[in-house]
């Protein structure tokens, strides 16, 4: 797995003014709309949720805001896959940046966790899914994301959070347009899983 460059936070959220040797004071100006200007989603105030998409190898992910005020959450989700270094690699490839929650509102990305094309592959029990990359996220099991036993992982790849869950479907590459969200109860024995 390729590893994904930390988090980094932007340089300035607002443009400061300063003096030419005029004694004047400096002046402060900030977008009042922009996403850099509202705080980073609480982990506590999010819900995150994975299930299995019905393309093979895909999970659909969301980002729910439960908080009373819009918060930012980074806008390439941070997955990662068991004990495996690294995390899903954003397609297209993007750097990390703002992106705004309302208050109720909710985002979602595709990822596709194995290339059925690749030679090889790993296996893990579980995958983890966070907001932000601040976020420890939450673990979900193969079984919770509709894998029978283990997840297979190769280059995995994850969109960019998306208004719909539509639109992150569409834009997994290769993928076209994937079909409606099939979710799995942990109650589901190992071999209805597997159809």
Partial sequence: MRIRPALVAPAATALVLLPVATGASAAVAAPAASPAAVAVCREDAVRVTAARAATAHVVRISVTNNGGAACVVDRIPTVTFGDLDGTAQPVPPASSAPYR?????????????????????????????????????????????????????????????QPTAAKADAALPGQGRLSATVSFATSVSPDQQSR
């Fill in 101 to 161: 929650l309302p208050t109720g509102g909710s985002a979602y990305a595709a990822v596709r966790t194995f290339d059925p094309a690749a030679g090889e592959s790993r296996t893990v029990a579980y995958l983890t899914v966070a907001g932000d990359p601040s976020h420890h996220g939450t673990r979900f099991g193969a079984a919770a994301v509709g894998s029978s036993g283990t997840i297979r992982v190769w280059e995995p790849v994850t969109t960019l959070w």
